[in-house]
T-cell receptor, first 116, second 113 residues
Framework: DTGVSQDPRHKITKRGQNVTFRCDPI?????LYWYRQTLGQGPEFLTY????????KSRLLSDRFSAERPKGSFSTLEIQRTEQGDSAMYLC??????????????FGSGTQLSVL | AQSVTQPDIHITVSEGASLELRCNYS??????LFWYVQSPGQGLQLLLK??????LVQGIKGFEAEFKRSQSSFNLRKPSVHWSDAAEYFC???????????FGQGTELSVKP
């Protein structure tokens, strides 16, 4: 497999701007996850998809955050009206999600967001 | 709600010494438990997992972990640490309906020569 790829690797934006990140999962994986990680913390769950269906979204997630996976392949995460507190590493992961592969997430290298 | 606690933020061990990283979980039913490693500049990688059965599970890179229901623990061990093991280690839990993983805050491992 070619791995999970995320674009861009780094994003610097000004407070109040909108940003969009893209994730391309491993092609045969039907599950796709978004996590957020800040320095010294573990990954914090944001949302996940089974194919094109968004199955769960964190209750902690502001309405400014939205994610899509329109054809069950790549996914986008959009943050509207960014705030300085949104500065973090945004991680995407994919998995087969069943059987022996359950819980075996393949992570991308992440998109580092800095909000000035 | 499920949660994971890793009591040690940072641990330093000498190369060749044994290692144990602690993980405590909170979950009502039988948990699905995982250890992931994050090396500098690299994505998280699965080390090992526990679903059921034998409570001692083997993983990659010589790591093992033991599930102890009575202590709600899933500690990670390695008999002899190598310098390349320096990384951040995360314990995670998933409910048995499937879905998201909940990660602990991580333990940073430093290895001294």
């Amino acid at each position: 497999d070619t791995g999970v790829s995320q674009d861009p690797r780094h994003k610097i934006t000004k407070r109040g701007q909108n940003v969009t990140f893209r994730c391309d999962p491993i092609s045969e994986h039907n599950r796709l996850y978004w996590y957020r990680q800040t320095l010294g913390q573990g990954p914090e769950f944001l949302t996940y998809f089974q194919n094109e269906a968004q199955l769960e979204k964190s209750r902690l997630l502001s309405d400014r955050f939205s994610a899509e996976r329109p054809k069950g392949s790549f996914s986008t995460l959009e943050i509207q009206r960014t705030e300085q507190g949104d500065s973090a590493m945004y991680l995407c992961a994919s998995s087969l999600g069943q059987g022996a592969s359950r819980g075996k997430l393949f992570f991308g290298s992440g998109t580092q967001l800095s909000v000035l | 709600a499920q949660s994971v606690t890793q009591p040690d933020i940072h641990i330093t061990v000498s190369e060749g010494a044994s290692l144990e990283l602690r993980c405590n979980y909170s979950y009502g039913a039988t948990p699905y438990l995982f250890w992931y490693v994050q090396s500098p500049g690299q994505g998280l990688q699965l080390l090992l997992k526990y679903f059921s059965g034998d409570t001692l599970v083997q993983g990659i890179k010589g790591f093992e972990a033991e599930f102890k229901r009575s202590q709600s623990s899933f500690n990670l061990r390695k008999p002899s640490v190598h310098w390349s093991d320096a990384a951040e280690y995360f314990c995670a839990v998933e409910n048995n309906q499937g879905g998201k993983l909940i990660f602990g805050q991580g333990t940073e491992l430093s290895v001294k020569p």
